[in-house]
């Protein structure tokens, strides 16, 4: 009787005993909330890479940028909320490309927890307000959560669900398909598309036989494919069609001795990392080779960071469980560790610098995954400062991390820059980050649609959940 009492109980939908799960929607959330509102007094960084422009008012109606220019010559609308924001910046919204809804479990085998929850108000907390999710490892929740954000019932950004993982034998994470040849990999593509995939990531252990059948058939539909690469060479991915390749060259293995077509090796090691010259032939055509298939690369450095300054808003975050465990693990990294993930991040740097004065289009993420210090958002604000930090002009990085992105999803008409007519996805930094990038992480509002969102109140409703959903 006791059991099936139980299971009864077990089984009652939240919805019947709370007021809708969902509930309360975005509105709690939103500080400003009018059909006009112009933003008076503003530096505007505008995601085209052009220099910052001081004293500038931009005027939001119903959701799209109206005018913009010199404070004292933009007309004000009747009616229009004013916000006097003297010494604060705008820059478009993130277009963040390598985001995740989910975070490492710390222990045990290599499980990923999904964070349909906390993640979402994170990145929209953090200023992005398109994220592409470079791969899934629960395709429906992230599907239905973006579903959920675009009826309004829970705060986040746009979403793109890049559908993974295409991944071959021999997968470290059991979360992952283990596709069985090229006809496994068509039949994957075709199935995702059907319930509204954006696009597809591949993964490590691929063959060049099951990424040939997944660009075929994804291109076939119009959908594009990026890939975390492993088995296969930046060049032969690039040869093959591929549009987007994560990481950089941190992960690229085609200059590693002994590579054997078709087999991931264990990955490029730090010393192999070290030894490659980005100005050196090799790494130059390979450059060539990318920028001339429009192949474009993801920057991802915060995750190859491997102990960021602990910051108090990461640590409030953070369920206690989750912290403790992160913690215990930061306290143990060995030398070598920082070492190896401080010359990762030069490296990777310097490739990437190279490839966008080759003329490449380079766009970046967060990718929270890794050892678990790039959480959603604040991993995307980590990844600008190291753009900067690696000779990347704050300018240049905000671009890289806009319009860029935007660029390649074919949506810079709509997001990405700020100009009359675009969406009004805006963020509202209390500072200059063309002065100091740090400024990045001070968020005061961020616009999505025209609506503006309060960073604190969401952060406050997601305190003490992340690694936990
Ligand atoms: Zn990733």
Redesign the pocket.
Known sequence: MRSQFLVIVAFVPLALVAQGPFEPGVKPFLEVDAPVVALEHVRIIDGTGTPPLEDQTVVIDHGRVAALGRASEVPIPDGAQKLPLAGHTVIPGIVGM?E?LFYPSFSGIPLYIEHGFSFPRLYLASGVTTART??TLEAYTDLNIKKMIDAGKMPGPHMLICVGYLEGKGSFAPQMPDLTGPEDARRFVEYWAAEGAHSYKAYMHITRAELEAALAAAHARGLKITG?LCSIGFREAAAMGIDNL?HGIAVDTEFMSGKQPDVCPNGPTVDDLEKLDMNGEPVQQMIRDLVEHHVVVTSTLAVFEAAPPLQQRFVDALAPDALRNYLTGRDQLPDVVLRRSATRIRKELEFERAFVKAGGLLMAGC?P?GNGSAVAGFGDQRNIELLVSGGFTAVEAIHIATQNGAKFLGMDDRIGSIAVGRNADLVVLDGNPAARIADIEKVELVFKDGAGYDPAKLLDSIRGQVGFH
């Open positions: 390598h995740h470079a791969g975390h994560e990718d995954t």
